[in-house]
């Protein structure tokens, strides 16, 4: 089991940069693909990206490529998303999952989420 903090979220400006992060307790991290994912209000949770266990894959939404970077350290427990060039467009609740499934995540699902983390971008 494994349990998803996520930090680093605010009130940036257009054009702007930020640095989200996922703790997770537990041993196992490393044996889990992690995801992120965003949901703004009114509308559904949608992907955003996916490492692989150990960092040598990744995956991005075709909304975020390129401006997004999915990273993590696994000594640390910690997966990051490093945002750049943030539009009004990226306003939404982040939130990070644990899966030892990639395919699962790429749909959406895991058993394990953390409690989110609002990014609001101003114009």
């Known amino acids: 089991q494994v349990q998803l903090v996520e930090s680093g979220g605010g009130l940036v400006q257009a054009g702007d940069s930020l640095r989200l992060s996922c703790a997770a307790s537990?041993?196992?991290?490393?044996?889990?693909?992690m995801g992120w994912f965003r949901q703004a209000p009114g509308k559904e949770r949608t992907i955003v990206g996916i490492?692989?266990?150990?960092?040598?894959?990744?995956y991005y939404a075709d909304s975020v490529k390129g401006r997004f970077t999915i990273s993590r350290d696994n000594a640390e427990n910690t997966v990051f998303l490093q945002m750049s060039s943030l539009r009004p467009e990226d306003t939404a609740v982040y939130y990070c999952?644990?899966?030892?499934?990639?395919?699962?995540?790429?749909?959406?699902?895991?058993?394990?989420w953390g409690q989110g983390t609002q990014v609001t971008v101003s114009s």
């Open positions: 999952a644990a899966s030892g499934s990639w395919s699962d995540l790429a749909g959406g699902l895991s058993d394990y």
């Open positions: 537990g041993r196992t991290f490393s044996s889990y693909n």
């Open positions: 490492i692989s266990r150990r960092g040598g894959s990744t």
